[in-house]
């Protein structure tokens, strides 16, 4: 249930409705307009309150959400969320470029990664410490020691480091080197990790389940959100369909859609979601152009000899060249790269 309050009503009057909604075992949440505030009322079965609301002086109107994800709602929250972190902003009109390798693969080589693709342009540095691997004879990543690269890379470049967190016991180590957790689409419903993730400060990215469809993905978020982390990003990162040419399907239908449902940053990975490096900066230009808020990309000095996810990693090259084309792309959008 969404409350709007009257035009000028004082702070104590605000404060008084807070606590009226609390007192009911509810949750307020309060959004400032540009003409109204409105307080979302957040639990289950919310509505029922509308009798106890109806002839409150302080209220002008109410109104239902209609939507099951509340917090993360743009009925809740019309306004974009734009999130600051170290000096990288994301969403609210800034494309945020997150770029590196699949791993971390050696101190040598994710410092190399970061401050070419910083020079390039990108404001986040991705790299994986703990991976997510089909196969358990695959690269399983360097753990707590990738984490301390990544923290290095970050004292060099300054760009602020995205890494995944897999499982609940790892949340303490990843928040110690990395300002944003990662839960990747394998783990999206991971209903108690979410939840412990939402007691974490940090901001996390969080990927769209490969099979998972766009009301669960806020649903996700809605764990985290109601746990009390609202500074999520969340990430299409391609969806399991029978096209055969790519290794997933990237749902690019999906940005318009979150961005309608949601005030949360929407970015795309477009080399999880296509798996081919040529597909890399064709879907990355549409994604900008379907209105994301930015792009993960998998960036490799030398991809062939990745550790992990070699064949949809692009060099450095194709990665300047894309930062170049985005730019232009987001002049005319009016977004600031
Ligand atoms: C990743 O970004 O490193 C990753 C494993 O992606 P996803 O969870 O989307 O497969
Ligand atoms: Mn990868």
Redesign the pocket.
């Given at each position: 249930m969404i409350l709007t309050l009257k035009r000028g009503i004082s702070k104590k009057e605000i404060k008084r409705i807070e606590n009226k909604i609390r007192s009911f075992g509810f949750r307020p949440h309060i959004s400032r307009g540009a003409k109204d505030i409105t307080v979302g009322v957040i639990g289950e079965n919310a509505i029922l309150l509308k009798e106890f609301f109806e002839s409150d002086p302080a209220v002008a109107s109410i109104a239902q959400i209609s939507k099951p994800y509340k917090l993360s709602s743009r009925q809740i929250h019309p306004k974009d969320t734009r999130l600051t972190v170290g000096n990288s902003k994301i969403g609210g009109g800034h494309f945020a470029i997150i770029a590196g390798p699949?791993?971390v693969e050696s101190r040598k080589q994710i410092i190399s990664i970061a401050k070419e693709v910083k020079k390039c342009g990108a404001k986040f540095l991705r790299g994986?410490a703990f991976k997510p691997r089909t196969s358990p004879y695959s690269f399983q990543g360097l753990g707590e020691e990738g984490l301390k690269y990544l923290a290095q890379a970050k004292k060099i470049t300054g760009l602020p480091v995205v890494t995944e967190v897999m499982q609940i016991s790892q949340i303490e180590v990843v928040s110690k080197y990395a300002d944003v957790l990662q839960i990747g689409a394998r783990n999206m419903q991971n209903f108690n990790l979410l939840k412990e993730i939402g007691k974490a400060k940090k901001p996390v990215l969080l990927k769209r389940g490969m099979s998972a469809t766009i009301t669960e993905l806020l649903m996700a978020a809605e764990y985290i959100m109601s746990s009390g982390n609202s500074k999520i990003i969340l990430c299409e990162r391609g969806i399991r369909t029978f096209s055969d040419q790519t290794r997933f399907t990237l749902d690019i239908s999906a940005i318009p859609v979150l961005k309608k449902e949601t005030h949360l940053p929407v970015i795309v990975d477009p080399?999880?979601a296509t798996g081919k490096r040529d597909l890399v900066p064709p879907m990355a230009l549409a994604a900008l152009a379907a209105g994301a808020d930015g792009i993960m990309v998998?960036v490799h000095i030398k991809p062939d000899t990745a550790l992990?996810?070699s064949a949809?990693t692009i060099n450095i090259p194709t990665f300047k060249k894309l930062v170049k084309d985005i730019s232009c792309i987001a002049k005319v959008l009016e977004k600031k790269v």
């Open positions: 699949c791993s994986g080399s999880h998998e992990s996810d949809q």
